[in-house]
């Protein structure tokens, strides 16, 4: 049985790269959607305290539900870096169940 | 005797490679993103709704039952979540959302009617809660088994 370690381990480590590689992007946009639209919702609710649409109260208690929203878009950031690293973990086990599967037919 | 480690090591490496699987987040659920979408359009229609209304007329009581209908699928999704495993971040991202919702809705009960401004913001900051929620469940498409 020919099983070296050092390859495999440099494979498994290549396999994560690729994984992580593909699902990057996801994570990028995501971020990115999230900047945008904050950037939107802060635009018009300056807008609206400055033409008198909504008075201070109103403005001070949006102002402190983005902090919460702030928030929930993290926790979405989290899930999206959770399937990133779920992904990458296992393209890592299967490479060294594929090594292992084929050191023993040989 | 060599030989006999060298299988069991082997068998042994074999039997927990192909049982390890990292999990980390839920499987994607088809239903839970359709009833996402659909309950944050059900959400934004009270809002448009009242905008077709002359300010008078944008009261509480005239869409108290599209709130409740509201209310009620939000605490669906959230009832879904928590009997699903690895489910932490959905459930803390739902329970902002039903809060912040809950808020606006005695918001505009306190206020008796809302002006087109107020309408705008709350569709804004309302739909800043949905996002995350609908962008989470959809990135569950992306594993890979």
């Known amino acids: 049985m020919n099983f070296d370690i050092n390859e495999v381990l440099a494979d498994m480590l290549n396999a994560m790269k690729g994984s992580i590689k593909d699902d990057w992007n996801v994570v990028k946009k995501s971020a990115n959607n999230f900047i945008q639209t904050k950037k939107e919702r802060l635009e018009l609710l300056a807008q609206m305290r400055l033409i008198g649409a909504i008075d201070n109260d109103f403005f001070e208690k949006r102002l402190a539900d983005e902090k919460e929203i702030l928030t929930a878009e993290l926790h979405s950031i989290a899930i999206v870096n959770k399937v990133l690293a779920q992904n990458a973990a296992n393209a890592a086990f299967k490479v060294l169940e594929n090594v292992i599967a084929t050191a023993l037919i040989i | ?145």
């Open chain 2, 1 to 145: 005797m060599k030989t006999k480690i060298l299988v069991f090591t082997s068998c042994f490496l074999i039997s927990l490679s192909s049982c390890i699987s990292v999990r980390l987040v839920p499987d994607y659920s088809e239903a839970i993103e359709t009833q996402i979408i659909e309950t944050q359009k059900q959400n934004e229609k009270l809002y448009i709704e009242l905008l077709e209304q002359p300010q008078e007329k944008r009261t509480y009581n005239s869409v108290s039952d599209k709130y409740l209908e509201v209310e009620s699928n939000i605490n669906s999704i959230l009832f879904q979540y928590q009997t699903r495993e690895k489910n932490e971040d959905f459930v803390k991202m739902a329970k902002l959302l039903k809060d912040n919702f809950l808020q606006y809705k005695k918001e505009h009960k306190d206020k008796k009617t809302l002006n087109d401004g107020e309408i705008a913001v709350y569709i804004a900051f309302i739909n800043g809660f949905w996002q995350p929620l609908l962008t989470a469940e959809k990135a569950l498409k992306n594993i890979k088994n």
